[in-house]
């Protein structure tokens, strides 16, 4: 029942904008923390952002901070990662996550490829 739909993605160009959506449903949205995550070709899936339950508190990689940020409406079950200044190393599939006490949950991606 656990479902999350991420949308948004697309071909930008180098220092371009993206805002990307994660639909989710099956759960207590405004209960879990969210997060999003990451993975290019040849590498391993790594985390971007993260929000708390009531989106009080967020985390982010090191590689974004500053150009990144991460935001939820729990009315609208719906989690964003606002990208901006975007580089040629952020293209990847970027995966909408929450981590519940039976079992960890992925959406199936929406790639993300910036020009140069």
């Known amino acids: 029942q656990v479902r999350l739909v991420e949308s948004g993605g697309g071909l930008v160009q180098s220092g371009g904008s993206l805002r990307l959506s994660c639909a989710a449903s099956?759960?207590?949205?405004?209960?879990?923390?969210m997060s999003w995550y990451r993975q290019a070709p040849g590498k391993e899936r790594e985390l971007v952002a993260a929000?708390?339950?009531?989106?009080?508190?967020?985390n982010y990689a090191e590689f974004v901070k500053g150009r990144f940020t991460i935001s939820r409406d729990n009315a609208k079950g719906t989690v964003y990662l606002q990208m901006n200044s975007l580089e040629a190393e952020d293209t990847a599939v970027y995966y909408c996550?929450?981590?519940?006490?039976?079992?960890?949950?992925w959406g199936q991606g929406t790639p993300v490829t910036v020009s140069s």
């Open positions: 996550n929450v981590n519940i006490a039976w079992g960890t949950y």
């Open positions: 099956g759960f207590t949205f405004s209960s879990y923390a």
């Open positions: 929000i708390t339950s009531t989106g009080g508190t967020t």
